[in-house]
């Protein structure tokens, strides 16, 4: 234990000279021990460790996106999950579920608290026993009404200095804006008019880690969430964790060492416990917070959605063969998280210098058409940019760039049974689960474009839906399932697998996967187009020695000479087990 706590002490003491070099850095780590109780439970964790298989898939939902009379939304949800998830989802991301102002939850007004409308503590343990719990820490910002901010109003110490506070006069043209509002808000306080600096909304106030006090507040937090039963920590938005007057304040230095120390401090309290970074950025800067192995365990793969859209409605793989042939191997101890819809919108910036902005156009424009509203963010010279696609992404695939066709539900498939079968954990929203569609009129309601894409079932109407084989919302679920099952059992699919690219034509998709045994290998081919596309064997290098069968089909390909006739959006999982 004294030796497992002097290696703790000496991983804090560099991450807090980097980070707060004006700082005693022994004085706060001693700190953040006693605020994590390490010296009494510090654990071991081992270097690149995979925390995951290819059993584990995720499920991505809001506390009350399903919801019945006279019962508390989170055990509505947690009925609902067991009933129809137990067997194929074993992890579950609850989206913001603590009391919140605006923005469905991202405006936290009390960290430490649930929403009395979802229900309470006792009902995310009780969830957390059944799955693998996801939370969000959201850590760039707080509500405007939250007690912090109340006390900055008032100057009372020490939340005076959780917030920014910059002079408007400052020159702050080379921030990275991913919204069109003024960045900084004029706020009365007892102290005088004060400039507040908010990335995202007015009513989310970000802050100040430059503030050692905050982030020993931030760190309970994050210590009262593991006793909660979380596990996995969605960092949101922490890109822009950092500020730095005269640069563009995102993915600065001290973000990523920010990041480290939280896992340091984390898997020492769990060495289980996993820290995924929510960064929707450019793939490269993307790709830099697994750091060396010791930041993020698990990234968002943000360049898939909107380059899966892409090919979807072009019908042609040449942006995702060239995208798959860059993304490196994640190392041992560290993933992608493969996700194609969420409660957010289609992001278009992981895309930027891998679309021309004539292809972002042309995909806004045919989504534009099939109902989707477009976000968009402000550059440094005031023009506008499209930021973010929000649709449902059941309707975003009811056709092509040629309009809407017969597909839909084919093509929904394929885009899952790419998501699945690609390196990495795959996370299911639940509306695609659902197969929901636009809900326009919440939009309205709501005057936020992204709750297109955050409707609210009604549990029994749900139910009477999924019990008819008719409707396209049991089909999907039905077909989702089966799908889940059969990646689940592929060792080959295990998210840290062998993944090479295949170039078999424009209208096809597809890649090798081998199991870490190198025993499993399975060829994954994806028709992308509603064109018919054809595959000699001949041309992937199938071993003659073993018997290939297709997983989805169940049939068997004797002759490695033959021709592979893939159907408009038909997929084929070629395994040799």
């Known amino acids: 234990m004294k030796k497992r706590l002097l290696a703790l002490r000496e991983k804090l003491n560099n991450h807090i000279r980097f980070i707060y070099p004006e700082v005693n850095p022994a004085e706060l780590t001693e700190q953040l021990i006693a605020v994590m109780d390490l010296d009494s439970q510090c654990q071991r964790p081992k270097a690149h460790q995979n925390h995951w298989s290819q059993r584990d898939v995720i499920a991505i939902s809001y506390g009350d996106s399903i919801s019945r009379a006279d019962e508390k939304p989170l055990q509505t949800l947690h009925q609902f999950f067991n009933q129809h998830f137990s067997e194929v989802i074993n992890s579950i991301h609850i989206l913001p579920f603590y009391p919140y102002s605006s923005d469905d939850g991202f405006s936290v007004i009390n960290y430490k608290q649930v929403n009395q409308a979802l229900g309470e503590w006792s009902d995310i343990q009780h969830i957390a026993s059944d799955f693998k719990l996801m939370a969000d820490l959201v850590i760039n910002h707080c509500s405007s009404r939250s007690e912090w901010f109340e006390q900055f109003k008032n100057n009372r110490s020490p939340e005076k200095d959780y917030f920014i506070k910059v002079d408007p006069a400052t020159d702050l043209s080379q921030v990275t804006r991913p919204r069109t509002n003024p960045l900084l808000r004029e706020v009365v306080t007892l102290d005088g008019t004060r400039h507040v600096w908010c990335t995202f909304s007015h009513d989310q106030i970000d802050l100040n880690f430059a503030n050692p006090q905050l982030l020993l507040e931030m760190v309970s937090v994050i210590d009262f969430y593991l006793g909660m039963g979380i596990s996995i920590f969605r960092l949101d938005a922490v890109a822009f964790l950092w500020k730095e007057i005269g640069s563009n304040c995102l993915n600065l230095p001290q973000t990523h060492e920010m990041i480290r120390l939280i896992r340091t401090l984390v898997e020492h309290k769990n060495s289980k416990a996993i820290i995924i970074t929510e960064t929707n950025i450019p793939n490269r800067e993307n790709l830099a917070y697994f750091g060396n192995a010791n930041e993020a365990h698990v990234i968002y793969n943000f360049t898939l959605p909107p380059l899966l859209l892409h090919g979807l409605l072009n019908g042609n793989s040449f942006h995702l063969n060239n995208w798959l042939m860059s993304m490196p191997p994640a190392q041992d101890g560290t993933t992608y998280l493969n996700f194609i819809a969420s409660h957010d919108g289609i992001g278009l910036r992981p895309v930027e210098g891998i679309l021309s902005d004539e292809e972002i156009n042309r995909v806004t424009d045919t989504m534009q058409q099939y109902g989707a509203r477009i976000s968009w963010r402000n550059l440094a010279d005031n023009q506008v940019r499209p930021y973010e696609i929000n649709i449902s992404l059941y309707d975003a695939l009811s056709g092509t760039v040629n309009g809407p066709d017969n597909w839909q539900f084919e093509r929904f498939m394929c885009a899952h049974a790419i998501m699945l079968s690609l390196e990495g954990i795959p ?144 997929c084929v999982w070629l395994s040799n087990q």
């Not at 005057?447 to 297109?452: C, K, M, T």
């Open 427 to 570: 996370a299911f929203y639940i509306h695609s689960l659902l197969g929901t569609e636009n809900d326009l009129l919440k939009m309205e309601h709501s005057a936020n474009n992204r709750s297109i894409n955050r409707h609210v079932w009604d549990y029994n109407e749900l139910t009477q839906l999924l019990s008819d084989s008719t409707s396209h919302h049991a089909r999907v679920l039905g077909r989702l399932r089966q799908l889940i099952k059969i990646r689940t059992r592929q060792p080959a699919f295990h998210p840290n697998a062998t993944q090479y690219t295949l170039h078999l034509g424009e209208g096809v998709f597809a890649y090798w996967r081998q199991s870490r045994s190198r025993e499993q290998s399975i060829f994954c081919f994806h028709n992308i187009s509603d064109q018919v596309q054809q595959i000699s064997l001949s041309s992937v290098n199938l071993v003659a020695t073993y018997q290939w069968h297709d997983l989805f089909s169940g049939k068997v390909y004797d002759d490695l000479y033959s021709t592979l006739q893939l159907q408009p959006y038909e």
